[in-house]
């Protein structure tokens, strides 16, 4: 692997304010940051903090994650996140030797969250002491899956992209195999997605979030369409506590990638209103861009952000 883009705490540049989120959409957006540490959640006056980072050497000569890239991202990502000085010592305040860890990963043939992203997860979530047998990955199975039933703990990870119901597919949404009929969250452009973060198998669970965006896409028409034309390489991945903060970041990133492509403004259809909602109707955490301390590390050529 090449070092030109290998990444130290040292390289990153913080950017205490975070621009308007795309449009109109999150104007006016107020809501306060929430963090989960230990399923207890935190109220705070600072700024919810959100971690980006970008390595170019991610991805292989056929468009593959390279696993031991993608391990040092998250590594990287996780001990900014939690301000302490290694890998493991940051996972030890996300997870206990004690915990049941359910890994809620997303499947989707065409961008899934990837296997060497759930490797990782897994591989610091064993580091820490949990029994391989205490932990799961999963999608679609996780009502029926013993591990997520008894889950103390669950890390929420998938890829970013756009999508037929509600606008982009991201971290709030990925919580939607929790029910037995995702269906009925459809309506009105999936507005209340964040209801389904205190349903009693999710509830104060979710100890931490990361956003997949090596190949995020940033356009579709219909029901589970994909198109490569619409998929940029972006080499990145974001990492929070607060689902609504990382997805209104990843949001921003995806409105100016449609507007670089298109050469104008061009608003997703639908649009990604449950992100707002989920800080303004149901106060699952923030997506006011003026309360997101966005931290950026690594690759910075396009970022967009």
Known sequence: MSNKNAITRRQFIKNTSVAAIGGSLFLGATGTGTGTVFGKEEKTAAKTTVVLIRNKDVLDENGNPRYEVVQEMLDTAITTLTGKKDALEAWKTIIKP???????????????????????????????????????????????????????????????RSHHWSGVGSLIKNHIMFVPNPSLYHPDSCADLATLWQ?????????????????????????????????????????????????AAGLRIIEAIRKQHFGEDRPLDPPAKHILLADTRHHLGTADPNKIELIKLGYQEGILI
């Open 199 to 247: 349903l009693p198998i999710v509830k104060d669970k979710t100890r931490l979030n990361v956003l997949v965006m090596f190949t995020p896409q940033f356009h579709s028409s219909g029901p589970h369409s994909f198109s490569p034309q619409y998929v940029r390489k972006y080499y990145g991945l974001m990492v929070g506590f607060d689902p609504v903060a990382v997805d």
């Open 98 to 160: 004690t915990d049941i860890v359910g890994i809620k990963t997303n499947v989707w043939k065409y961008i899934p969250t990837t296997t060497q992203v759930e490797d990782s997860l897994k591989k610091r979530v064993m580091d820490v002491g949990v029994a391989e047998a205490n932990i799961a990955v999963d999608d679609r199975g996780v009502l029926e899956n013993p591990v997520f039933q008894k889950a103390t703990a669950l890390i929420n990870a998938r890829p970013m």
